[in-house]
């Protein structure tokens, strides 16, 4: 598990991302990244995969869906 503090960032709050997180991410300055809200209380950080995040976006509707 990798601790991240959480510091400000201009008017806003933000964490820095260690290099080995950066470089597990294959991530670089301005590419984007995705935290994905595993619906247990956790999140998951995630390159940009459309694919991904497709099927993110399906499964996301089909819930809400049920909800209705």
Not at 39 to 50: I, T, V
Not at 54 to 60: A, L, N, R, V
């Amino acid at each position: 598990m990798i601790e991240l503090k959480i510091c400000k960032v201009g008017n806003e709050l933000g964490v820095a991302l260690p290099p080995e997180v950066i470089a597990s991410l294959e991530a670089r300055e301005g590419d984007t990244v995705y935290l994905v809200n595993m619906l247990n209380g956790s999140y998951r950080l995630a390159r940009h995969d459309e694919d991904y995040v497709e099927k993110m976006e399906i499964i996301d509707g089909m819930m809400h869906e049920e909800d209705a």
